[in-house]
C-alpha cells in the first residue's frame, strides 16, 4: 500500500516544495491504484478484526476476502449496532466491534431517536484524520501559490462534551481532533499557522472564544491570506458578531488591553502575546465598520485575502450569496469531505464554483461501497427512516472503481474503528474520476427537511414534533388544517418557520401565548442537536410559527399545478424552498410567534444523565 506522506518536526529541515511533492504523489498513488487499496485495507480490516464478536457473529470465521465479506456481512444502519454501542458506551471492553480498545465515542449530527449517533473510534483513527488534512494544502498550492508566506484566520471552536456510563468520553469529532496531540502539538508546517493561538480554539466559552479568535485575526489582518471555519453557516456567525461587537475590539487594539469580559486565564495570556496598542489599526477599524454597507467586509479588513474556506454544499449552499456579499465574491473553497464515522476524501479542484464541488475518496481511509440510488422511487426524500436490505438489495452494492458515472449512490462504508458495511446517509453522484478513483458531488443527506446549522431534522420527527404542539388548540376548538416549513437562513442566526393554516371551530380568540407555547413544544420535540444549537452553541434562533389565511395551501396547489405537478399525486410539500412559494407564503401569513425561551438541553444522552 503506498506509504502516507510524513510531517517533519523542525522549521529548519522544513522543504515545502518537496513536502507538497510527496503528497501529491501519494494522491496520484493511491487513485491509480484504488481497487488494489480497497482490497488490502479491507483485508487489513478483517485480518485484525477477525475476533472480534461482530464478525463472528454472522459468520465471516476469519475469512478476509470481499466475495465472502459481502456474502455474510450485512449491510446496516445505526439501529442495528445500537444494541453493541450501548453496551460498549456502559463500560463492556470485551473486543465486540473492533480488536484495538474504543478510545471514545464520536457523536454525529445525526440522530437516532432524537439522540446524537454515538460512533466507536480508536486512537489511530487521529492519525488518518491528520493524514487527509495534510493533502489539503497541497492540492491548493497547485492553485494559489504563496499561501505558506501568510497566515489563515479560522473560526474554529470545541463542543461540549460528556461522559458515557462506562466512562468513555462522548464528543464531536472536531473538538476530539482539536483537544488532540495531533492537533495541539502538530509539527511544525506554515500551512497551519493560524491567527486564532490554540488556547483560543480550546476554550469552551463561545463568546470568549470567538471574541479571542476574532481580536487575533484583525490584530494581525494585514498576515491573513485565507480565512475560514467549518460551515458557511459558523463563518457568518463570526462576521455577524464582529458586526456586533467592533467597538469592543477596536478598542482593545487601540489601548493593547483585552476586554475585562475576557476571564480565561490561558486566553488573557496567549491574545496579550499578539495584542499590543495600535491606534491606527483601530482607526481604520473603526472606519470600515462604521460605514453603512458590509458588502465585501472581508476584503476590507484582510485586504490579503485570497478565498473563504467553508463547506458551501449540501444544505449548506443556501448562505453562498450572503458569503458573496461579505467577501466581494472571493472564491468559497470546499477542501475535504468527512464526517463522524470516517474521513473520506478530498477536493482536487478547490477554486472551483460550489456547485461543480467534487471530491475524491482516498482509497486508504476505509473500505467504500455503494448502493445505487433512484431518486425517482422515493428513495431519498422519503418519509421513511433506512430500513435494513432485502438479500437482492444487499448484492447491487458495488466497489469504489466499479460505480457509473453520472449514477447516484448511497455510501457504505467499513472502518477500522468497527463500523461494517454501514449506511452513513450521504447521497452521491459519479460527476468524473481521477486516474482509477472516482470523483462524487454531495447530493443531499437521506430524509433531512430542514437544516440550519449541524442539525438534521427529518420529516418524520417534524411531523411528530408539531403533532405534540397542537394539542394546546384543543381547549379552542382549533385544529391544523395544513403546514409545511422552511430554514429562513436571512436572520442570523438562521431559524426554522413553520407555516400553520388553521380550521377555527371554537369563538374564543386563541392568545399569542398559546402559539408561543407550540413553538416551545416543537422545539422540545426535536432532536439533542437541535436543542444544543439553540441552547450551547446559539447557532439557531428561535423557532417561529407563522398562521396563513385560511385557503393558502390550496393557493400553494394551484401554483405547483400551474408549473405541472399532478393534481391526482399533489401532496402538501412538509419543506420548502423554492423562493417564490416562500413568497406566497409570507404575503399570507396574518401574524407570527417565536418560541420564548430556548429549550432543555444537557450534555451526553438522556438515559446518562437520569442520575
Known amino acids: ?25 501519494f494522491i496520484e498513488d493511491v487513485t491509480s491504484n484504488a481497487d488494489e487499496v480497497q482490497k488490502k485495507v479491507l483485508e487489513e480490516i478483517l485480518s485484525r478484526n477477525a475476533h472480534v464478536e461482530y464478525l463472528q457473529r454472522h459468520g465471516l470465521n476469519g475469512q478476509t476476502n470481499r466475495e465472502t465479506f459481502k456474502k455474510v456481512m450485512p449491510v446496516i444502519n445505526y439501529e442495528d449496532i445500537q444494541p453493541d454501542i450501548n453496551r460498549i458506551a456502559n463500560g463492556d471492553a470485551s473486543p465486540i466491534l473492533c480488536s484495538k480498545p474504543i478510545s471514545e465515542f464520536l457523536t454525529s449530527s445525526g440522530t437516532s431517536g432524537g439522540e446524537r449517533k454515538l460512533m466507536p473510534t480508536i486512537v489511530e483513527e487521529l492519525g488518518r484524520r491528520s493524514l487527509l488534512y495534510s493533502l489539503l494544502m497541497p492540492v491548493m498550492s497547485q492553485f494559489v501559490p504563496g499561501l505558506e508566506k501568510g497566515k489563515g484566520m479560522y473560526f474554529l471552536f470545541i463542543k461540549s462534551e460528556a461522559k458515557t456510563p462506562g466512562g468513555l468520553v462522548a464528543r464531536p469529532v472536531l473538538t476530539s481532533y482539536y483537544k488532540s496531540t495531533h492537533f495541539k502539538d502538530r509539527p511544525y508546517d506554515p500551512y497551519t499557522n493560524y491567527t486564532s493561538p490554540n488556547e483560543t480554539i480550546l476554550c469552551p466559552d463561545s463568546y470568549q472564544s470567538m471574541y479571542s479568535q476574532m481580536l487575533c485575526g484583525l490584530c494581525q489582518h494585514k498576515e491573513v491570506l485565507r480565512v475560514g471555519a467549518v460551515f458557511a453557516s459558523g463563518f457568518i456567525r463570526a462576521i455577524r458578531f464582529l458586526e456586533k461587537y467592533w467597538k469592543f475590539l477596536a478598542n482593545d487594539i487601540r489601548t493593547g488591553i483585552i476586554d475585562p469580559q475576557i476571564t480565561d486565564p490561558s486566553i488573557r495570556e496567549a491574545v496579550m502575546k499578539i495584542l499590543k496598542p495600535d491606534a491606527k489599526l483601530a482607526d481604520f477599524i473603526e472606519a470600515e465598520c462604521s460605514k453603512e454597507s458590509w458588502q465585501g467586509i472581508i476584503t476590507r479588513l484582510w485586504p490579503n ?49 460550489p456547485s461543480e464541488v467534487s471530491y475524491t475518496l482516498i482509497p486508504t481511509m476505509a473500505y467504500f461501497e455503494f448502493l445505487p440510488v433512484n431518486r425517482n422511487n422515493g428513495v ?24 457509473k458515472l453520472d449514477q447516484e449512490y448511497e455510501l457504505v462504508v467499513t472502518t477500522y474503528a468497527g463500523l461494517y458495511r454501514y449506511r452513513v446517509g450521504d447521497v452521491l453522484r459519479v460527476v468524473g474520476f481521477k486516474n482509477k478513483a472516482p470523483q462524487f458531488s454531495f447530493i443531499c443527506r437521506k430524509n433531512v427537511v430542514l437544516s440550519i446549522d449541524s442539525d438534521k431534522t427529518d420529516e418524520v420527527e417534524l411531523q411528530s414534533a408539531v403533532k405534540n404542539a397542537v394539542n394546546h388548540l384543543i381547549p379552542f376548538d382549533a385544529t391544523l388544517a395544513e403546514y409545511t416549513s422552511y430554514a ?13 393554516e388553521l380550521s377555527l371551530d371554537g369563538s374564543t380568540p386563541i392568545p399569542p401565548s398559546v402559539f408561543e407555547d407550540c413553538c416551545l ?6 432532536n439533542s442537536v437541535y436543542r444544543q444549537g439553540r441552547v450551547s452553541d446559539k447557532s439557531i434562533g428561535p423557532l417561529e410559527i407563522k398562521i396563513v389565511e385560511p385557503g393558502t395551501f390550496d393557493k400553494l396547489m394551484d401554483y405547483a399545478i400551474s408549473l405541472g405537478a399532478s393534481i391526482n399525486q399533489y401532496k402538501t410539500p412538509r419543506c420548502v424552498k423554492f423562493p417564490p412559494i416562500v413568497e406566497l407564503l409570507n404575503s399570507r401569513a396574518v401574524s407570527c410567534y417565536f418560541s420564548p425561551k430556548c429549550p432543555k ?3 451526553g444522552h438522556k438515559q446518562w444523565n437520569k442520575n
Open 305 to 353: 485575502t485570497k478565498y473563504v474556506d467553508v463547506i458551501v454544499t449540501g444544505t449548506m449552499s443556501q448562505y453562498i450569496p450572503t458569503l458573496d456579499y461579505y467577501s466581494n465574491g472571493l472564491p468559497l473553497v470546499c477542501t475535504m469531505y468527512a464526517s463522524s464515522e470516517c474521513y473520506f476524501g478530498v477536493n482536487l479542484n478547490p477554486i472551483c464554483k
Open 521 to 526: 413544544t416543537i422545539e422540545e420535540s426535536l
Open 601 to 603: 438541553w444537557v450534555p
Open 488 to 500: 429562513d437562513t436571512t436572520t442570523i442566526p438562521g431559524h426554522y418557520v413553520l407555516f400553520w
Open 1 to 25: 500500500m503506498p506509504e502516507a506522506p510524513k510531517n517533519t518536526l523542525k522549521p529548519s529541515d522544513y522543504n515545502l516544495a518537496e513536502k507538497n511533492k510527496i503528497s501529491l504523489q
Open 380 to 403: 431519498v426524500n422519503s418519509v421513511s427512516r433506512p430500513k435494513s436490505l432485502k438479500e437482492k438489495e444487499q448484492q447491487e452494492l458495488v466497489d469504489l472503481v466499479d460505480v
